[in-house]
């Protein structure tokens, strides 16, 4: 369908070019990451170092001119130095409390599973509930609110898996991949390339609320959300699944669908549209049986034998008309 000028839809085609300025060569991946952003999810990018994790999250911060932050995490990291502090002001003799980086509209948590345990948890309410707590009090997050998460699935030494809890709640985990001879070409021949961001500021944090509030309002039909539903209980009783896939993954897939078909121009859902985030959106959320050939949480990360098995279930599982 050809997509009206003035409509959402164009503008977020303007939005997806304005990111692929920055990330040559990787359409699917750049419309996927919209996706997820405008699903109101989280984005967990597993991929070796250097092809782009980074560019790709700050071109999306850019793109839609929010307040950005990036934060390295490390084995030595403490919880406050993502949520803030409290300290004491020697001028008003009150103590105030500081905001760590988390307070932005986009966070890059960068090689995430880098961090021990106690300080990825320090992320779980803020990323289910938009929201933290600090000594005894609740504290809004800014809004939209988005988690760019990466990880090396390549490296083991000195890292903590993400437990089921946190991939839980990132809507969507992508692999950039390496780029095709050609964009690497251009990659490579562009002056200051590893420096320099050419993706242009497209809307404000504002309009993206609006363009989300338009995205939920996609129509999906109950044969669909059937099918949907019947994709998921298979995960459940899989018997290549010792975990399968939570109600969140199921409200998940659902927003991503809508976001998809809204990027596309349409008001309805198709089909189509969840046999290709499907894998996508819930391959993460997974985890393979022993029996499966697969004995370790570690291994089954790094893996794509959730996103696997998930497409086995969508060609086992008919199709609505």
């Not at 793109?63 to 990036?70: C, L, N, P």
């Not at 988005?146 to 030494?157: G, K, L, S």
């Amino acid at each position: 369908m050809p997509v009206q000028p003035g409509s959402p839809a164009l503008q977020l085609r303007h939005l997806e070019a304005a990111i692929g300025l920055s990330v040559r060569g990787k359409p699917e991946v750049v419309r996927l990451s919209l996706v997820c952003l405008l699903a109101r999810g989280h984005l967990l990018i597993e991929d070796v170092p250097g092809v782009g994790k980074t560019t790709l999250a700050q071109a999306i911060a850019r793109a839609v001119d929010g307040s950005f932050h990036r934060l390295q995490f490390t084995s030595d990291m403490l919880p406050s130095d993502v949520l803030g502090v409290t300290v004491y002001n020697s001028h008003s003799e009150q103590f105030e409390f500081k905001p760590g980086p988390l307070f932005a509209n986009f966070l890059l948590a960068d090689e995430i599973n880098r961090a021990t345990p106690k300080t990825q948890s320090a992320l779980l309410e803020a990323m289910n509930e938009q929201q933290v707590s600090v000594e005894g009090r609740t504290l809004p997050l800014p809004d939209p609110f988005m988690v760019i998460a990466t990880q090396n699935p390549a490296e083991h030494h000195g890292t903590y898996p993400l437990p089921e809890s946190q991939l839980d709640r990132f809507l969507m985990r992508l692999s950039i991949g390496y780029p095709e001879r050609q964009s690497e070409r251009e990659i490579i021949r562009q002056p200051d390339a590893r420096h320099t961001l050419v993706t242009p500021s497209v809307i404000g944090p504002g309009e993206l609320l609006e363009y989300q509030e338009f995205v939920a309002q996609v129509k999906v039909d109950a044969a669909i959300v059937d099918y949907m539903l019947t994709v998921v209980e298979r995960t459940r009783t899989h018997e290549g699944l010792s975990l399968g896939v939570s109600p969140r993954g199921s409200q998940a897939l659902y927003r991503a669908v809508q976001a998809l078909a809204a990027m596309e121009g349409r008001a309805w859902a198709l089909p189509d549209d969840v046999k290709l985030l499907a894998p996508k959106v819930l391959g993460h959320r997974v985890m393979a049986a022993a029996r499966a050939g697969l004995v370790s949480r570690r291994q089954n990360a790094g893996a794509a034998a959730g996103e696997r098995i998930i497409e086995e279930i969508l060609a086992s599982v008919e199709v609505p008309l």
